[in-house]
């Protein structure tokens, strides 16, 4: 499987986002990982990179192939990142899974994330649960699409 051109974990906990962030390199799906404690901070990033708005020789920014999202976190909730996020131009939106990765379990957060067109997975991220997504979106054959 070909690598990802980068992922982007968005979590209120540094060391869920550390402990992701090595389960991602351990399983060397992209060499591009980039981590944001709250949505507007992704939200911000993701606006800007959209809209060429930064250095082209800057490595801190790429557009992302897969994004790991939390509901629950402080200035921006993940709800609120998504809202935002649909609002983005849809060819850059075409190319990025997105996937709520939450320890909700509530009936509730599962449909919105159904309304959005996110994967949903609960805390924690293994190695079963990328390997499955990874199938799932980035397949070989997927990409004949």
């Given amino acids: 499987m070909k690598k ?21 390199d351990r399983m060397e ?13 992704a939200f911000d990033y993701l606006y800007n990179v959209s809209n060429n708005n ?4 800057s490595r801190s ?3 992302p192939e897969l994004i790991f999202l ?8 993940g709800f609120e990142m998504l809202n935002l996020y649909e609002r983005l131009d849809p060819e850059f939106r075409k190319g990025i ?12 957060d599962t449909a919105n994330s159904e309304k959005y067109n996110a994967e949903y997975l609960t805390k924690p991220l293994t190695v079963e649960k990328v390997s499955a997504l990874l199938a799932k979106h980035f397949s070989e054959e997927q990409n004949k699409v």
């Fill in 4 to 24: 990802l051109s980068g992922i982007l974990l968005i979590d209120d906990d540094d060391t869920t986002n550390f402990l992701n962030q090595r389960l991602l």
């Fill in 29 to 41: 799906v992209t060499d591009n990982i980039r981590t944001f404690v709250n949505g507007k901070q």
């Fill in 61 to 63: 920014y790429f557009q």
């Fill in 97 to 108: 899974v997105m996937a709520v990765l939450t320890t909700s379990t509530h009936p509730q």
């Fill in 70 to 77: 939390d509901i629950n976190m402080p200035v921006m909730d």
């Fill in 54 to 57: 930064y250095e082209e020789e």
